[in-house]
């Protein structure tokens, strides 16, 4: 079976700026064949990273952020000001305009004027600048309401997969369909909150959404809430972007080594049509043969 396409530059902060013209390029395709873009998004320090460099550049006002839909594929079952919640890694890196906050279970508002705009002239800015996106465009995980009513990753995730297929459109199985799915890869081979062993690889009809136990083979050890790995065969386009030497053994053997899912989940995202983005030292263990120059 054909595998992703695998780009590789030359370090982080290369990284980040051809990831964020790859998401912006992805995003303008979406509205122009359907009229609105749904972008999973997903945690992790490449994704600091990444939304740095969304947040910066002048081409995020070339964005019609209000049909826009930001979602997000995995985080850890904690309130949204937690240290290690998806949802303010984001609000701090992309949502630089505007601040996010659980205020009560059920309800979201923003709260303060946020950073300002500074001197695009440079096309980068000392702190990040952030998206302009209307708040009920953006859907973080139930976390507030499930810890609220005690039903735990399981019910947060139960809400969640409702309010998806609800709102994005579906495939013929009933799966709903992202225009994007960001991901990362984990030191383990996981992906999402799908680890090693995870039941969701390869179960013959996995929920759309589930709770995931604290892991043993990465941090932080906390429970977790995930969509499916069946969304990301569903989805259009999926971008995949990993960094750093300590990356590069589980990498390769990701994409250059046996399939194996059970052990290294995240292969079910090495599928044809997706795009793997990784600096040098991240692709240090892949054959020359398997890279695409960024």
Not at 214 to 229: C, D, Y
Request: glycine share 12%; net charge negative; aromatic share 6%.
């Amino acid at each position: 079976m054909a595998g992703p396409r695998i780009v590789v530059v030359r370090d982080a902060e290369a990284l980040g700026r051809h990831g964020a013209e790859y998401v912006f390029t992805s995003i303008e395709r979406a509205l122009d064949e359907r009229g609105r873009a749904h972008v999973a998004l997903t945690g992790g320090s490449t994704a600091i990273t990444l939304y740095r460099a969304m947040g910066n550049s002048p081409a995020r006002d070339h964005i019609e952020w209000r049909r826009v839909d930001l979602w997000w594929g995995d985080d850890r079952f904690v309130p949204f000001d937690h240290p290690e919640s998806n949802v303010g890694l984001v609000e701090r890196t992309l949502l630089g305009s505007q601040q996010l906050r659980a205020v009560a279970p059920g309800r979201r508002e923003v709260q303060g004027p946020g950073a300002p705009r500074g001197d695009r002239s440079s096309g980068f800015d000392e702190e990040p600048v952030g998206i302009m996106i209307p708040l009920e465009n953006v859907h973080p995980f139930p976390i507030a309401e499930a810890q609220a009513e005690g039903s735990g990753p399981d019910g947060c995730a139960r809400r969640y997969a409702e309010e998806l297929t609800a709102t994005l459109p579906l495939d013929a199985g009933g799966l709903p369909i992202f225009d994007l799915v960001l991901l990362g890869v984990g030191p383990d081979g996981h992906f999402l909150s799908c680890f090693p062993g995870s039941p969701l690889v390869d179960a013959p009809a996995p929920p759309i959404c589930a709770g995931a136990p604290a892991p043993t083979t990465a941090t932080p050890h906390l429970p977790r809430v995930t969509i499916s790995p069946r969304l990301t065969e569903s989805a259009r386009d999926v971008l995949v972007m990993s960094t750093g030497g300590s990356k590069a053994d589980i990498i390769g053997a990701v994409l250059a080594g046996p399939r194996d899912p059970g052990r290294y989940p995240s292969q079910l995202a090495a599928r044809q049509g997706a795009t793997w983005m990784l600096d040098e030292a991240a692709a240090a263990r892949l054959p020359e043969a398997m890279r695409t120059a960024g």
